[in-house]
């Protein structure tokens, strides 16, 4: 099958924004007129839901944050009653409190419905046998992929994560024909089936993943492409938006992002002004039609690049690139964008400097001065003193080619540099602003 | 003649430009009972390179690898100068008019008098020429 629902996945773009601008009108207006939260919101912004004449005015409404969330834990800002609530997901608080999204029957079959979409568009259906190995329970991977799987027919085998081998067995017992995982717990059944002596080319069906939960790379999917023999698509999704719900299709060219059920924004994370598609800022998502937790221009710190052209595979809805970052880790320097990401990429083509590196930011009178401290490599130290000037001057051209802002380089000793474990801390911002 | 023997090993440690590092050169080749002869320091902005010639040069160089320093060898040479006025004018003045290069240099006034460390672009050519001219060039075997 080619399309779940063609009729919305092949909708005229003119027809998409109209359908969005009504849901959008109706969503404002219900939510100023019934939620205490969102009418303070719009309040402090000084709009009206009068003020919303086009679609673009969606830029006039405020931003919501993780913050937003947080604040107001648990459901002090749920549209719905409990009563009406059918299920919770709580996630997992790695950077503070956690948060709880609830959800009505309605809720949750747009997020299957979502995710049905999104399977059917990487080419799984009934007949397939799908390995659900993410989480069950308050993470939303385990559950969300496992009625997606459900609404297109497929059958489902409800792993969970953990017992690797069980996992394997049952997928050759089984015949699955695609797995639901996070990309580094796929590289783990790799490993541990090649210690079983099982050749998942040869001696599975496996010929899909469905990979997400956590950032990955292009390069990391040819990996796991070549290894194993099957198409690793990426899956996007945030508690906050329902859980997992847009995928790649087969072209492999981003997310759909099924304009029905969101309105996607790219936004300059510094000044929140709207960028034009095909610009890299920040994704903003409002939800056009969820009803116990509704997310008005929400930005999810993710940093990527929207396409609005219609896709190859004939789907009409704008796409996302694969996340290319967080806000969380940006700089802005002297008005320029940075990314921690870009110095890591450009330092990777230096053989002389390792890659391990440190940003210190600090304010030299009124401008900012950026400098990048990172390891002499061992082997590339010959006692001369202009062979290592030399390499700072090469390390301090590349990054300014790069990243469009002159930066300074300290060459440091081998090994001299923080190493992380967990979540890398690599800059070190002395202004205060 | 065999110019082999006036070739001497010097360590070359790349450092960092801040209050410790010499101490944690200095302590790893002391723990080693490595003894250091002479040694110089180079600074450029933000960095120093350390240059030591020791009794134990392998064994100097293996010590501060595994402790993560950027170690090198270079073939330097010494001369030994009169300790009195003109002393430095003779040495540098024969490898001038040969047209050798000194890339840098550094000296140490020891028991037997005044040591030039040279290292130059032409290291066959200053010994040849320092030979002839009857200056004392120092072999290896004095330092290790």
């Not at chain 1, 992929?145 to 609404?151: I, S, T, W």
């Not at chain 1, 990979?211 to 990996?223: I, S, V």
């Not at chain 1, 290894?227 to 759909?256: N, R, V």
């Not at chain 1, 997310?295 to 940093?303: F, L, P, Q, S």
Request: include cysteine.
């Amino acid at each position: 099958m080619r399309s779940w629902d063609p009729r919305i996945e092949e909708m005229p773009k003119e027809d998409l924004r109209k359908m969005q601008y009504k849901l959008l009108k109706s969503l404002v207006y219900r939510l100023y007129s019934f939620s205490p939260f969102y009418h303070e919101r719009m309040k402090e912004q000084n709009v009206h839901p009068d003020d919303i004449r086009e679609l673009s005015d969606v830029n006039k409404l405020p931003f919501m944050f993780k913050r937003d969330l947080r604040d107001n834990y648990p459901d002090k800002i749920f549209t719905s009653t409990q009563e009406e609530l059918v299920r919770y997901h709580v996630s997992s608080g790695t950077t503070g409190k956690p948060t709880v999204v609830g959800y009505t029957q309605n809720d949750l079959d747009s997020w299957t419905t979502s995710l049905a979409r999104a399977l059917t568009s990487l080419g799984l259906g009934r007949g397939d046998v799908i390995q659900v190995s993410y989480g069950y329970g308050l993470f939303t991977g385990g559950l969300g992929l496992h009625y997606g799987a459900e609404r297109i027919g497929a059958t489902v085998l409800p792993t969970s994560v953990g017992n690797t081998e069980r996992q394997i067995e049952l997928m050759q017992d089984l015949g699955a024909t695609a797995i639901a995982c996070t990309p580094s717990y796929l590289l783990h059944i790799g490993e541990v089936a090649e210690k079983m002596g099982v050749d998942i080319r040869k001696d599975t069906k496996l010929r899909t993943g469905v990979l997400g939960a956590e950032p990955w790379t292009d390069r990391m999917r040819t990996r796991i492409e070549d290894w194993l023999g099957i198409k690793a698509y990426d899956i996007y999704g945030t508690s906050e938006l329902s859980g997992p719900m847009f995928t790649e299709c087969t072209e492999q060219k981003g997310f759909h992002i099924w304009s029905d059920l969101a309105l996607v924004e790219i936004i300059d994370p510094g000044t929140g002004e709207s960028l034009e598609s095909g610009e890299k800022g920040e994704l903003t998502i409002t939800m056009l039609q969820k009803e116990a937790l509704p997310m008005i221009r929400y930005r999810i710190g993710d940093i990527t690049i929207m396409d609005d052209e219609v896709c190859a595979c004939g789907r009409t809805h704008p796409r996302i690139q694969r996340i290319q970052g967080r806000v969380d880790d940006m700089l802005i320097i002297r008005g320029i964008n940075v990314f921690p990401s870009q110095v890591e990429y450009a330092l990777m083509g230096i053989p002389e400097v390792g890659q391990h590196f440190q940003i210190v930011v600090e304010r030299k009178g009124a401008l900012d001065d950026m400098l990048v401290r990172v390891e002499l490599s061992k082997g590339s130290f010959s006692d001369k003193i202009t062979d290592i000037m030399k390499v700072r001057q090469k390390v301090e051209h590349r990054l300014r080619n790069s990243l469009n802002v002159n930066v300074n380089v300290e060459l440091v000793e081998p090994g001299s540099l923080p190493r992380f474990e967990g979540k890398a801390k690599r800059v070190i911002d002395k202004r205060s602003l | 003649m065999d110019t082999q023997k006036y070739v001497i090993r010097q360590i070359s440690i790349f450092s960092e430009n801040r209050p410790g590092r010499l101490a944690a050169i200095a302590h790893a080749l002391g723990e080693e009972k490595i003894n250091i002869l002479a040694f110089s320091i180079a600074e450029a902005n933000g960095f120093g390179v350390v240059r030591a010639l020791v009794d134990h040069p392998e064994k100097a160089h293996d010590k501060l690898l595994s402790l993560g320093f950027n170690v090198a060898f270079t073939d330097v040479i010494a001369v030994k100068m009169k300790d009195q006025p003109g002393g430095l004018y003779e040495v540098a003045k024969i490898l001038g008019d040969a047209g050798v290069n000194i890339e840098y240099s550094y000296a140490y006034s020891g028991k037997e008098g005044a040591v030039l460390i040279l290292r130059v672009d032409m290291v066959e050519e200053a010994i040849q020429k320092i030979k002839t001219s009857g200056a004392t060039l120092l072999e290896r075997s004095v330092f290790h």
